[in-house]
């Protein structure tokens, strides 16, 4: 098998930040399980990327979500027969090499031209006391992919950059040492999925939890916020109207999304719906939550952690193989 030839049809990773909001669902996790289902493109690998939360995060309140973040994505859809799943550090040795071997064939000013690092610096910190291991966000990503030899990567229009710079780099190495690493292909998404804050605060996040559907809350909880959402006058159109309606069409079986459309329908024509929409919307909420928390229940740490060491047995074995033909390449003879 020749050293270009791809090892991982599609390869995404999960950041292990705490609970997941129906906005991660919708702009993410739904994706990948669909991927997973629909098998076009072949066999997913999924990674909880603890190592990418060191950038912004401390180890004591990252590490306790790393198999909590697993549950949920098995609880909502991913099924561990039909893709493989490892925890980032478990590649620490081999990721800490290629990013080695990868920052000796980009400047700073590359880096640092990455638009999403450029918004990652601008929203919580300067570069005066931003850290090194933050610029180095994207040579990590790069690895990442690289070292799974990885054919596609599933990204919304906001993520090409990342991809780019691993698709550079590979370019650079095969150029620099000879052909070694294949090239990682975009997978597109088109525009990611905006859900907003309920309350009308930006988009839903669990920084703000009161604007934010979160999936471990209990219903109850979930139910009130959709009714105090923020929505609409009557022939009126919103941002919050708008999220409120994907949540909405997204939890809801086929009749009631049609009953859905002609309640919006009257809403456009001017009559005085909102009540009877939030109700409708919280039914379906209501059901989507209870399944998820009621199979959440029943998934055990122990099964986790064997699901991620099996992963962890195929990523590792890619991985020792790419940082072997890496070596050969560069001529380092006494590692």
């Known amino acids: 098998m020749g050293k270009l030839n791809y090892k991982t049809d599609v390869f995404t990773g999960i950041r292990p930040t705490g609970g997941l909001t129906i906005a991660n669902v919708i702009g993410s996790v739904h994706t990948i ?29 990252t590490q306790q979500y790393v198999l909590d973040v697993v549950k949920d994505y098995i609880a909502l859809g991913l099924n561990p027969t039909n893709c493989d799943i490892f925890v980032q550090s ?5 990721i800490s090499e290629l990013d080695l071997y990868l920052s000796r064939l980009v400047t700073v000013s590359e880096l640092l031209r990455v638009p999403t690092l450029k918004e990652k610096i601008k929203q919580n910190m300067d570069l ?25 990567i599933p990204i919304g229009e906001d993520q090409v950059a990342h991809v780019e710079m691993a698709r550079y780099l590979a370019r650079k190495f095969n150029k620099t040492y000879g052909d070694t690493l294949p090239i990682p292909n975009v997978l597109s998404l088109g525009k990611p999925v905006r859900i907003n804050s309920l309350v009308g605060e ?9 604007g934010a559907i979160l999936l471990d809350d209990p219903v109850d909880v979930s139910l009130r916020k959709v009714k105090r959402a923020q929505s609409a006058f009557a022939k009126e159109m ?9 949540i909405g069409e997204f939890v809801a079986e086929a009749k009631e999304r049609e009953e859905m459309k002609g309640l919006l329908q009257k809403h ?10 939030k109700n409708l919307i919280s039914i379906s909420l209501e059901r989507y939550l209870t399944d998820f928390q009621s199979k959440k229940k029943k998934i055990y740490d122990g099964e986790v952690e064997k699901v991620v060491k099996e992963g962890a047995v195929v990523a590792k074995k890619n991985a020792q193989e790419v ?11 006494y590692i």
């Open 268 to 277: 456009m024509d001017g009559e005085s719906v909102m009540g009877e929409l």
């Open 128 to 152: 005066t006391n931003a850290s090194t291991l933050l610029a180095m966000y994207p040579i990590m990503m790069a690895s990442d992919i690289l070292l799974q030899k990885s054919k596609y």
């Open 323 to 333: 940082i072997k033909e890496v070596r050969s390449a560069m001529g380092l003879k």
């Open 202 to 210: 930006g988009k839903m996040s669990k920084t703000n939890p009161t």
């Open 90 to 94: 478990s590649l620490i040795q081999e």
């Open 238 to 246: 919103t941002k919050s109207l708008e999220s409120l309606i994907k």
């Open 33 to 61: 399980v669909e991927l997973q289902n629909k098998k076009e493109i072949g066999r997913p690998m999924v990674f909880v990327a603890d190592l990418h939360a060191l950038t912004d995060g401390e180890p004591k309140d």
